[in-house]
T-cell receptor
Framework: GAVVSQHPSWVICKSGTSVKIECRSL??????MFWYRQFPKQSLMLMAT?????????EQGVEKDKFLINHASLTLSTLTVTSAHPEDSSFYIC?????????????FGPGTRLTVL | GESVGLHLPTLSVQEGDNSIINCAYS??????FIWYKQESGKGPQFIID?????DKRQGQRVTVLLNKTVKHLSLQIAATQPGDSAVYFC???????????FGTGTRLLVSP
């Protein structure tokens, strides 16, 4: 149980285009999902917290107009990188928290490798 | 010694040895801690967790120790196997904020 999927697993795009990444909880409901970014040989950095039916909460330094997050259902959150540039190339990982779980136990997706040319 | 940024601390062990990976966390108010294993190109995989009202928790071949006095967390892996080779991250949950802060990570290399 507690499986999280991401789609696509990798994407290559041209500079200036937008890319959408999907995160799904497959066998549980997640009122809260999280988006992280990880650069090579570095740790995971939280970008934003996404709550179903409400606006995402962004971490300091993360541009909300550039990284659009939509959490339209209890099993799906999407991250859209708008007007992508080479410096946005990174490994994007989502996680989901079980609805009703009082502790912040998060289940992670497999990640999406974004390369912007 | 430890370093941050592009240089992950590395622990090299022989197959069958016991491994101990350490983590210093930052917030004395953190109430929940998790160890994750991350293989190359994959998302983090849950290993074991511990709540702040405990100081030790055991799983299958793994033990987590929590020392709140010095804000230190450790992960012990018994009889380490080549399949344990990965990067290991500790994460602390900031109480009241419901968000995880990840440590810098330690690379574990297990040679046969």
């Amino acid at each position: 149980g507690a499986v999280v999927s991401q789609h696509p697993s990798w994407v290559i795009c041209k500079s200036g285009t937008s890319v959408k990444i999907e995160c799904r909880s497959l066998d549980f409901q997640a009122t809260t999902m999280f988006w992280y970014r990880q650069f090579p040989k570095q740790s995971l950095m939280l970008m934003a917290t996404s709550n179903e039916g409400s606006k995402a909460t962004y971490e300091q330094g993360v541009e909300k107009d550039k990284f659009l997050i939509n959490h339209a259902s209890l099993t799906l959150s999407t991250l859209t990188v708008t007007s992508a540039h080479p410096e946005d190339s990174s490994f994007y990982i989502c996680s989901a928290k079980l609805a009703g779980n009082s502790y912040n136990e998060q289940f992670f997706g497999p990640g999406t490798r974004l390369t912007v040319l | 010694g430890e370093s941050v940024g592009l240089h992950l601390p590395t622990l090299s062990v022989q197959e069958g040895d016991n491994s101990i990976i350490n983590c210093a966390y930052s917030n004395s108010a953190s109430d929940y801690f998790i160890w994750y294993k991350q293989e190359s190109g994959k998302g983090p995989q849950f290993i074991i967790d511990i709540r702040s009202n405990m100081d030790k928790r055991q799983g299958q071949r793994v033990t987590v120790l929590l020392n709140k006095t010095v804000k230190h967390l450790s992960l012990q892996i018994a009889a380490t196997q080549p399949g344990d080779s990965a990067v290991y991250f500790c994460a602390e949950n900031l109480a009241g904020f419901q968000k995880l802060v990840f440590g810098t990570g330690t690379r574990l290399l297990v040679s046969p």
